[in-house]
Each structure stands twice: as structure tokens, then as C-alpha cells.
């Protein structure tokens, strides 16, 4: 994950009364004796008192005495198991932590587990610090090492990395107020980057395991939407909210990719802690949570009144409320999963609007060429057009039976112009025309529905010589259940009878996609 823009918005330069005495007390560890230095390594050190809180003690005090009179306390629906909270500074998110922090005040809490952002470490699976505290204005907040230690020895996909903490303020911003809530507790502080299904389960499983064995609360790190206009921010903020809210994380998945690919201006990240969020959600379902409470949403162009380029901030609770059905979010089982570079997802799209071009200049179909080898591999893909949104021609083969380069440009062309339920694309309608390729895992057979995953899975049926094929994201963005996904793919895809499905002469396949967008190359003026 690239390094986010520092959010903090004040220099705080009036908070910095206690800089001399901080330089004074640094000297006296640099030259102090031996065993000091070695205690001094095992805590980390504030990164960003200053500039996202006060780093005088007196100051950062009186802050959060202010922020929390502000924040009203939550009610809360039922049993917490996990809080969702924004990072940035505390001018501007600062209420809205403090309400979700509120949750916690005079429970009995041991663990405080925080999934924080990784902004300055681009990491799979997650990072964890192994010392004995972190340290800020107010004293130190101890980690806990037992946790921490088991996490690393259980857990393959978290891994340490010192110097991804240095700058990191994800997690940092966020001990303050446990100092102040969860005085009692022991902090395990982990970071994520952008993070693989199996190392977002892996690492889920991990810490709930953990978790059930203590007096725990897990804590994701994040803010929402970066950089987009306030309106487009709440609009971009309210659909992944009602994700995370439905406790849905393959839904906020297909999401974010699709709101990714409309080419929102300023837009830069739909949440910037998004597998962080995953995998607390995860995490929260197997420690019992069902249901998602949103506790306050806002975002900086409520503090700032500048509308034109905002961040968005939410806390939320994910509870546990007696009488409810539990949340269950089906893990996948398969090994199905198509991996391609951001470059080599590009030389595709690049590939698809220009076999797209010769069509329309010459009516044939470009050779293209490549010297990408795994361009060279063989899968069943997928060419997708849209313009404002709209279908306007999809085409696939679920057969691999060309190198993925060659299969893309001529998919690109049979979705322009053979798709029987559009019109042939035209030239001037080019600029206008989103490109999406779903690149599919090999079809695998199953015997059993049940085995099926919403929104991770697509699907193909097949009985005598009828087939019929929906891509993952059809039930993601129907919002339809299982039963009713497979009426509609039997009848509308296959012309079967609905429930075709339920016979075991019908044959069921399912398969992973990878899905990527380019987006027109240019915005036609008005």
C-alpha cells in the first residue's frame, strides 16, 4: 500500500511546549547505561505526537477530555466483539473514535487487538511488533508479548517488520484512547497492506482463536473514501458501510472494484484499510458477531467546510445480539485463484481497446504480441463493455483454448460487435466505453450446491448441450440469495426449467475470476 498523505490538517505548533524536555530525556538514553538502552529498544516510540495529537501531556489531556464530552455514548445492540474506527488527526475524526471508544469504557477487557493500516510498508498477510510497549504523551501502553509470540508461531501470514512501524500511525493514533478506556488491557498491534483471501482467513482465524480465550475486542483501523468530492464521498462511503454493516467482506470486495473502475474524480481508495476491514469482519463472525452497527459517519468536509476534496470516517460496532442468526461467512475451499501483475493487466486492457480500434478502422481483427510470459498461459476469459455504467456487450470463452493476449483481443472485439443483444459499437462511442476483463480460474466440478460461495464464486451449469455461466459478481451486485442466482442462471443463461439445478443430471462448475477495468481514456467535454 503506497503511503497515504498525512490527514492531520494542523501543525499542532502550539502543542510543542514539551519538545526541549523530550530532546533532554533522548540524550539521557543515547548516553545513558547499557541496560536503559536495551529497556528504551522494547518500546516504541510516538511517531506522530505533534502533528495528529498533542505530544505534550498536559495538552493531549485536555484534547481528549474535550473529544470525549463531545462523543456521544453508543448504545449498543449487543455483546461487542469488534469496533471499526478512523486514524486520521484528531481535529478531524478524533468525536468519532472517541464514540466507538466509549464502548469500552468500565468493560473487563484484557486484549485490545488492533488491525491498523499499512501505509508505509507495501505487505501481505500482516505485520505484527513484538515489544513491550508503545509510548505517548501519556506513558507507555503495554503490548502483549505472550499474544504476540503465538500469533507468529501460529500463524504463517504474519510476519515482523520493524521498519514498516517507524512512521506508522494507524495503530499509534489510536492508544490514547485506550489509555484512557482500557487502562487494564495489553494491546497486539498488527498492520495490513493488501492481503490475499487465504491470508485474510488465515490470519482471521488466528487472532479469533486467540481472542475466544480472553477478555477481547478487536479493532479495525481505517478511514473510508480518499479524496473524492463530499458528495461522491457519501454516496462511495454509505455502499461500503452497508457491506461491512450486512458483515458482507466478499461483497465489499466486488465493491470496491467496481466502484474503483468508474474513474471517480480524486478518488484514490474506497477504504484505506480494506483487508485490515476484511479480516476483522472475519474475525468478529467467528467470535460470534452478527450484526454490523454504524455508530456515527462523517467525513472532513464536515470539520473543514472544503467540499471539494474529503475523507471519509465512520465508527461502527460489530455485536453479538442474542436471538439473531449467526453470521456465517462461507471460507473458500478451493485452490482457485488467477494472479496477474498491475503491468500485465494493463498490457491487456491496452491489448482489448486496440484490437477494439482495428476493428472499427479496418473490420479485422489486430494480431497482437507479447513478451509477458505469463500472458502466454491459457484461460477462459471474459470481455465486458459498459458506457455510464450500462451493459453495452459482454463475450467470453469458457474454454482456454487460447494464450490469455490473443484470447483478450479477440473477446474485446466479439463483445464490440457480435454481441446479439447491442447494437455494433461505433467509432465516436469508443471514448465513452469502460473496459472490464474477468479472467477465469479453471472451471472446477462440484457435487454439491452447498458448496457454492456467493460472491467469490461463479458459476456454470450444464445439462445435455445447454449451458449457461454467471460471473461472481452477478450476485454481489443483485443482492440475490443462492436459490434464486441458480433459478435465474438455469433459466435465463441455460433455458432450463428454475430449479434444473436441484437434479443431479444437471451438472454445476464453479470458478474464480480476476476482474480489472480500464476505464475510458478520455472524458468528451460537454
Known amino acids: 500500500m503506497r503511503p497515504r498523505q498525512n490527514n492531520s490538517g494542523l501543525s499542532w505548533l502550539s502543542w510543542r511546549g514539551g519538545v526541549l524536555l523530550g530532546v533532554a530525556a533522548a540524550l539521557v538514553v543515547v548516553f545513558g547505561c547499557g541496560s536503559a538502552r536495551e529497556n528504551q529498544a522494547q518500546i516504541r516510540p510516538p511517531a506522530v505526537a505533534g502533528t495528529f495529537y498533542p505530544e505534550n501531556q498536559k495538552q493531549l489531556n485536555e484534547i481528549l477530555k474535550k473529544t470525549f464530552f463531545k462523543a456521544p455514548p453508543p ?19 478524533g468525536v468519532i473514535a472517541a464514540i466507538g471508544m466509549k464502548a469500552l469504557a468500565k468493560r473487563d477487557i484484557d486484549t485490545v487487538y488492533i488491525i491498523g493500516t499499512a501505509h508505509y510498508a507495501d505487505v501481505g498477510g500482516a505485520l505484527i511488533w513484538q515489544g513491550k510497549a508503545f509510548r505517548t504523551p501519556l506513558g507507555n501502553y503495554p503490548v502483549d508479548l505472550q499474544a504476540v509470540r503465538e500469533l507468529l508461531k501460529t500463524c504463517p501470514d504474519i510476519h515482523l517488520l520493524p521498519r514498516a512501524w517507524v512512521k506508522e500511525h494507524s ?4 492508544v490514547p484512547f485506550l489509555q484512557k478506556v ?32 480472553r477478555k477481547a475486542v478487536i479493532i479495525v483501523s481505517s478511514d473510508l473514501s480518499h479524496y ?7 454516496v462511495i462511503d454509505k455502499k ?32 484505506c484499510g480494506l483487508s485490515a476491514l476484511k479480516t476483522t469482519i472475519i474475525a468478529a463472525s467467528l467470535l460470534g458477531a452478527n450484526q454490523g452497527q454504524l455508530l456515527h459517519y462523517a467525513n472532513s468536509g464536515d470539520v473543514t467546510n472544503d467540499k471539494k476534496r474529503v475523507v471519509g ?5 460489530f455485536v453479538q445480539v442474542e436471538g439473531q442468526p449467526a453470521v456465517r461467512v462461507e471460507k473458500p475451499r478451493d485452490n482457485l485463484e488467477v494472479k496477474l501483475t498491475q503491468d500485465q493487466k494493463q498490457e491487456l486492457l491496452n491489448i482489448a481497446r486496440a484490437s477494439i480500434t482495428e476493428g472499427l478502422a479496418t473490420g479485422t481483427q489486430m494480431m497482437p504480441t507479447t513478451t509477458q510470459q505469463e500472458l502466454l498461459e491459457r484461460y477462459p476469459i471474459f470481455v465486458t463493455l459498459k458506457r455510464d455504467g450500462m451493459l453495452q456487450g459482454c463475450i467470453g470463452m469458457t474454454q482456454a483454448r487460447l ?12 463483445a464490440a460487435f457480435e454481441d446479439p443483444r447491442f447494437k455494433p459499437l461505433k467509432a465516436e462511442e469508443l471514448p465513452y466505453t469502460d473496459i472490464e476483463i474477468s479472467v477465469l480460474s479453471p472451471l472446477k466440478k462440484i457435487d454439491d450446491p452447498a458448496q457454492i460461495i456467493l460472491g467469490i464464486h461463479g458459476v456454470m451449469v450444464k445439462r445435455g448441450d445447454r449451458t449457461g455461466l454467471f460471473l461472481p459478481q452477478v450476485a454481489t451486485e443483485t443482492g440475490w440469495s443462492k436459490e434464486v442466482f441458480l433459478n435465474k442462471l438455469c433459466q435465463q443463461k441455460a433455458q432450463l426449467p428454475p430449479d434444473a ?8 462448475y464453479v470458478f474464480r475470476v480476476l476482474s480489472f477495468t480500464g476505464p475510458a481514456p478520455e472524458t468528451p467535454g460537454p
Open 75 to 93: 448504545k449498543l445492540a449487543g455483546e461487542l466483539k469488534a469496533l471499526l474506527l478512523p486514524h486520521a488527526g484528531y481535529v478531524y475524526s
Open 171 to 174: 495503530v499509534e493514533v489510536m
Open 182 to 213: 482500557a487502562p487494564q488491557a495489553k494491546l497486539v498491534p498488527l498492520l495490513m497492506g493488501t492481503s490475499t483471501w487465504e491470508e485474510i482467513w488465515s490470519i482471521a482465524e488466528a487472532i479469533a482463536v486467540q481472542a475466544k480465550l
Open 228 to 234: 473524492p468530492t463530499y458528495a461522491d464521498a457519501k
Open 240 to 271: 461500503m458501510l452497508a457491506s461491512a454493516l450486512k458483515m458482507k467482506p466478499y461483497q465489499l470486495d466486488t465493491f470496491d472494484r467496481e466502484i474503483m473502475s468508474r474513474g471517480i474524480p480524486g478518488l484514490s481508495c474506497t477504504i
Open 313 to 317: 470516517y465512520a465508527a461502527a460496532a
Open 403 to 414: 494464450p490469455l493476449y490473443q484470447a483478450v483481443a479477440q473477446m474485446a472485439c466479439a
Open 501 to 508: 439445478w436441484r437434479d443431479k443430471k444437471t451438472e454445476l
